[in-house]
């Protein structure tokens, strides 16, 4: 997928999973598991022990339209890892020398970014999408007014982004949203994968019913 096809994506699913926890293999199955209830971009954190084995697990069980990516991609090594291991796109949490490293790979990437600045230089290094994160600290409102200088960035909103923040986030301008504790919960470590589903057709229905009352308003 180009990252032009990965931004189109990103556009009309709303939506990243970002899964980080304590073991790979239940990292995988949650992964896999919100794949099935309809996420389509699944993020695994590099933090997550045995990750990029988990990643190697899902991209060879995920299903058809399914993307898995590595978050926390920090260094040139990481993302020579992440593509060995068949990740597809990367996240990074900040500006960080990944980015235009992945971005010369062809490698779709979110870079993460909070301020004018950040935002502006992680696009100058070949970013697709700006990850801005942490979104909570200045919410919807200040998403709109990172938005009015740079209408021409597409913004990921991530950090503190559950089923009540959401819609605020999509209607201030984000492409997507990326819960990650809000949605994955304790099932990266090993927790109850079942409520981990109910989560996450509950995220999908509420993409799915946002998009269907804002589609003209959506950038």
């Known amino acids: 997928m180009t990252p032009e096809q990965f931004l189109g994506g990103l556009r009309e699913s709303g939506l990243v999973a970002i899964v980080r926890g304590t073991d790979g293999h239940a990292a995988a199955q949650a992964a896999l598991a919100v794949m099935e209830e309809g996420f389509r971009f699944v993020e695994v954190a590099l933090t997550t022990p045995d990750a990029l084995a988990a990643i190697r ?20 090594g990481n993302v020579h890892d992440v593509a060995a291991a068949g990740g597809q796109f990367i996240v990074t949490p900040a500006v960080a020398e990944s980015i235009a490293v992945a971005a010369g790979l062809g490698l779709p990437v979110l870079a993460g970014a909070l301020t004018p600045t950040e935002a502006y230089e992680a696009m100058s290094r070949g970013a697709t999408a700006v990850k801005l994160f942490p979104a909570s600290i200045g919410g919807p409102a200040y998403l709109k007014a990172l938005r009015d200088p740079f209408p021409q960035i597409p913004f990921v909103a991530v950090g503190g982004v559950g089923l009540r923040e959401a819609p605020a986030f999509w209607a201030a301008g984000a492409i997507a949203v990326g819960p990650g504790g809000p949605l994955i919960g304790d099932a990266a470590s090993g927790g109850d994968l079942a409520a981990l589903r109910e989560r996450a057709r509950a995220f999908v229905a509420l993409a799915s019913a946002f998009r269907s009352q804002h589609e003209a308003k959506l950038p």
């Open 57 to 76: 697990q899902i991209r060879d069980s995920a299903p058809d339209r399914c993307l898995v990516g590595a978050g926390t991609v920090m260094t040139a």
